[in-house]
Every structure is written in C-alpha cells, then in structure tokens.
C-alpha cells in the first residue's frame, strides 16, 4: 500500500512539473500558414497557446508563392498539418477530400457572417475565412457634417444620390466635390472595373447562387443598370469631368486627403496613406456601393480573401480536437485575437478584437449588424487582363459621350466579354 501511493505521489509530482509532457494524449497543432508577413505573431500566439494548455503547437510558414507546393509536399509526410489553408473553390476541389467536416463546430458557429465558407459539391464545409479585406465608398464624415449630413442620413442609393448631387449644388460656396476622380488609366481603372462592378456580379450570384460556385462561362448583365446609377453618379458629381477620365494622371487619395471630396471608392489599404497624410480614423468611414438594389438598406461592403481554414480529416481525433480548440481560442481569446487581428487585419469572428483599421471596423460592425457581406465575385472575371482592357474602352467611349447607345457599348463589353474571354480562357 505505502509503495502505491508513494508511485502516485511521484506521478502527481511529474504531472505537476511537465504538463507538457501529457499534452500528446491531449493531441497537438501543425499549423501551415499562408502569410509569410504574420510568421513571427503566430509564432507568439503559438508558444503562448502551449505555455497556457500545455498542448504543442507548431507552426510552419511557407515561404511566398510556394505555399501549394509546400502544402502538397507536407501532406505526404506523416506528421502532416492538421491545419491548412483552402483559400478559393479550385483548392477546395483539390483538397476536398482531407477536409474536415467544420459544420456546426464551435469556430465556425464563431463566424459573423456565412460569406466566408467554401464547400465541396457533396456540401460539406471545407474551410472557413479567418481574415479580409473590403472596399466600398470611403467617406469624410467631417466634410460630409460641414455639408449639413450624417453617415447616417445615407442608406440607399436614393439618400446617397440626394447627398452627392446637392453638394455639386454647393460646390463653390462648400469649397469641396462630392466624388473623388475616376481615372481610366491603369492606375485607377480597377477601382472600378474590378471592384465597382462586383455590385452587378454580387446581386447576379444571389440570384443564382448555383451558378457562382465556380467562374461561370456567361453572366446576365442584370444589374447592369445599377452598376449606371452609381457609376454616372461618380462621374457627374467628381472634381474632374468625365471627358477628362480617359486621359487618367489623377491622384483620387490626394484629392481626397486634401479635402477635395467627401467619397472615395477604394478599401481598407488606403488608411495607412491616409493616415500619412494627417487624416483621423473618427473623421473616416467606408459605406456600402448603394445603387438602387431593392433591400440595400441591409448591404454590407464588398469583402474578400484567399485565407481560408481546413483542417485535415485524416489526422488523428486527438489532433483535430486540438486543432479545432486551437482555432476557438485564437478567435475569442481577447489577447490572443488581438494579436491575430493586428497582423491580420480583421477576423470575422463575433468575439475577435476589434481591427485597429477603420475601415476593416467597419466592415466587421456590418456583419455584426446583420448586413449582407458582398462577397468578390469580382475574382471569377475570366482572362482579367484582356477583358477588363475591352471594358475600359467601351466606358471611355460612354464618358465622353453619355448615352443610352454608347452605354450599350460598355454593356455589350462586360457582358458579351465575359463570355468571349471565358472562352479564350478555358477553350
């Protein structure tokens, strides 16, 4: 008997000094990371997440433009990672079958929104967003008061329209424009050839949701209209004509940092710029492309990313229970969440820490309000280059000459283009 409990007494006492060494009963973390930028704060997160739970968390970062090679060559091994990034449909469909399933698990029951869940065909839940970015309409809510209105007072196409076009009313005696420069040079144009039209896509996937679950090989066009509605509201109530635009040379963050224009359409990676140029996140906030969709009210911003969770099926039960508490904890631990969001950016978790990046607040207050986010249907644009090349003309064409007949002509570009180039892409 005394031999026993003197056997028990050394046991507790091996417990007591190295936790750790029990933790492989525990399962453990392997975690693959994608973004070689945050490597040394998931390298924190990681050491304090073992120091706290005893559990081994390792992680390895592939270096850039090499993670697909890494990923396959580490899932051969057999300590491969239980934690992967799945980040767009084609990786989805490639990596299908060592996902685990995280329908109804505790960090995806953390999402804000469904905008960041990527399934396989079979429905299964494959990888969750853990980071975004999101563009929209940045707004000088200073200039914007000086005008006489409050963020609040715009919620729809209608009340943004009112706002813009009586500020053009105003424009020499408030001294500012409603609208920053649209330039069609190569510097800009993409603001508004591959963020803008997201609008049209975005409300066509809604629609039809089967049909954007990969790049589908035509669109409709259906929105169309309300792509013109805030388009020619841009271009009419902006510092530089539109005649002007083709000619490009402008500088929208200039104008806009030096309180030429209350709205600037770009995303969350101007606030450093801004922020360079004296600007203060109270006086800044990014509202949605309101357009004259029905029940925009409830519009969210345009967000998006390629860092996705999965979490790999075929690790032992220990290590996926591991992985899976790993990843709760990191979204709802207020210092650990801190971290993650100060090298991310912003996380799309309920209980995650508030990003530092206003507009990335922004974005996340939305989601937490119940606003739809617009996902970037914008990625699926076939044969970027080519197709957006056909489309800038076309809008050049209508800038200078605004009507129903040349509006075809952008029409015809966007719409007939993506087909055409869908084919030229994939045969």
Same mark, same amino acid.
């Given at each position: 008997?005394?031999?026993?409990?003197?056997?028990?007494?050394?046991?507790?006492?091996?417990v007591?000094?190295?936790?750790?060494?029990?933790?492989?009963?525990?399962?453990?973390?392997?975690?693959?990371?994608?973004?070689?930028?945050?490597d040394?704060?998931?390298?924190?997160?990681?050491?304090?997440?073992?120091?706290?739970?005893?559990?081994?968390?390792?992680?390895?970062?592939?270096?850039?433009?090499?993670?697909?090679?890494?990923?396959?060559?580490?899932?051969?091994k057999?300590?491969?990672?239980?934690?992967?990034?799945?980040g767009?449909?084609?990786?989805?469909?490639?990596?299908?079958?060592?996902?685990?399933?995280?329908?109804?698990?505790?960090?995806?029951?953390?999402?804000?929104?469904?905008a960041?869940?990527?399934y396989?065909?079979?429905?299964?839940?494959?990888?969750?967003?853990?980071?975004?970015?999101?563009?929209?309409?940045?707004?000088?809510?200073?200039?914007l008061?000086?005008?006489g209105?409050?963020?609040?007072?715009?919620?729809?196409?209608?009340?943004?329209?009112?706002?813009?076009?009586?500020?053009?009313?105003?424009?020499?005696?408030?001294?500012?424009?409603a609208?920053?420069?649209?330039?069609?040079?190569?510097?800009?144009?993409?603001?508004?050839?591959?963020?803008?039209?997201?609008?049209?896509?975005?409300?066509?996937?809604?629609?039809?949701?089967?049909?954007w679950?990969?790049?589908?090989?035509?669109?409709?066009?259906a929105?169309?209209?309300?792509?013109?509605?805030?388009?020619?509201?841009?271009?009419n109530?902006?510092?530089?004509?539109?005649?002007e635009?083709?000619?490009?040379?402008?500088?929208?963050?200039?104008?806009?940092?030096?309180?030429?224009?209350?709205?600037?359409?770009?995303?969350?990676?101007?606030?450093?710029?801004?922020? !360079?140029?004296?600007?203060? %996140?109270?006086?800044?906030? $990014?509202?949605? #492309?309101?357009?004259?969709?029905?029940? &925009?009210?409830? /519009?969210?911003?345009?967000?998006?990313?390629?860092n996705?969770?999965?979490?790999?099926?075929d690790?032992?039960?220990?290590?996926?229970?591991?992985?899976?508490?790993?990843?709760?904890?990191?979204?709802?631990?207020?210092?650990?969440?801190?971290?993650?969001?100060?090298?991310?950016?912003?996380?799309?978790?309920?209980?995650?820490?508030?990003?530092?990046?206003?507009?990335l607040?922004?974005?996340?207050?939305?989601?937490?309000?119940?606003?739809?986010?617009?996902?970037w249907?914008?990625?699926?644009?076939?044969?970027? !280059?080519?197709?957006?090349? %056909?489309?800038?003309?076309? $809008?050049?064409? #209508?800038?200078?000459?605004?009507?129903? &007949?040349?509006? /075809?002509?952008?029409?015809?570009?966007?719409?007939?283009?993506?087909?055409?180039?869908?084919?030229?892409?994939?045969?």
């Amino acid at each position: 008997m005394k031999k026993t409990l003197a056997m028990l007494l050394v046991l507790c006492m091996v417990v007591a000094l190295c936790p750790a060494a029990f933790a492989a009963d525990e399962g453990s973390v392997y975690w693959l990371n994608f973004k070689p930028e945050s490597d040394e704060a998931l390298q924190q997160i990681a050491a304090m997440y073992t120091e706290e739970t005893g559990v081994e968390v390792k992680v390895v970062t592939a270096a850039s433009g090499t993670y697909n090679q890494t990923l396959t060559s580490e899932m051969d091994k057999s300590d491969a990672p239980t934690l992967f990034v799945a980040g767009n449909q084609a990786a989805v469909d490639e990596w299908a079958d060592y996902c685990y399933d995280l329908t109804g698990t505790p960090i995806a029951e953390e999402l804000n929104t469904d905008a960041y869940m990527l399934y396989d065909e079979d429905g299964k839940l494959c990888s969750i967003g853990y980071c975004y970015e999101c563009y929209g309409i940045i707004t000088n809510k200073a200039l914007l008061k000086e005008a006489g209105y409050e963020v609040s007072d715009i919620t729809n196409f209608e009340s943004l329209k009112a706002v813009a076009e009586d500020i053009t009313a105003r424009k020499d005696e408030l001294g500012f424009s409603a609208f920053t420069s649209a330039g069609m040079d190569g510097s800009s144009s993409w603001r508004f050839t591959g963020h803008l039209i997201n609008l049209e896509y975005y409300y066509e996937s809604v629609d039809d949701p089967e049909a954007w679950t990969s790049c589908p090989a035509t669109i409709t066009g259906a929105y169309m209209d309300n792509y013109r509605n805030l388009w020619d509201l841009m271009i009419n109530n902006s510092t530089v004509a539109p005649s002007e635009l083709a000619t490009g040379g402008f500088d929208a963050q200039a104008e806009f940092a030096n309180g030429e224009a209350v709205f600037y359409s770009q995303g969350n990676w101007e606030w450093s710029g801004l922020a !360079d140029k004296g600007m203060k %996140a109270e006086d800044l906030t $990014m509202i949605p #492309y309101y357009c004259g969709v029905e029940g &925009e009210e409830m /519009a969210g911003l345009n967000c998006g990313t390629e860092n996705y969770w999965a979490v790999n099926g075929d690790a032992s039960e220990e290590d996926i229970q591991a992985t899976l508490d790993f990843m709760y904890w990191l979204v709802t631990d207020a210092e650990a969440s801190r971290i993650a969001v100060d090298t991310f950016g912003v996380m799309p978790y309920t209980n995650s820490a508030v990003s530092t990046n206003p507009f990335l607040a922004n974005a996340n207050e939305y989601a937490s309000n119940g606003h739809y986010t617009m996902w970037w249907a914008t990625n699926y644009q076939p044969n970027v !280059d080519a197709y957006r090349a %056909a489309v800038v003309s076309a $809008m050049n064409e #209508y800038n200078n000459n605004p009507s129903d &007949e040349t509006w /075809a002509t952008v029409e015809t570009a966007f719409v007939d283009g993506w087909a055409v180039q869908y084919q030229a892409a994939n045969g």
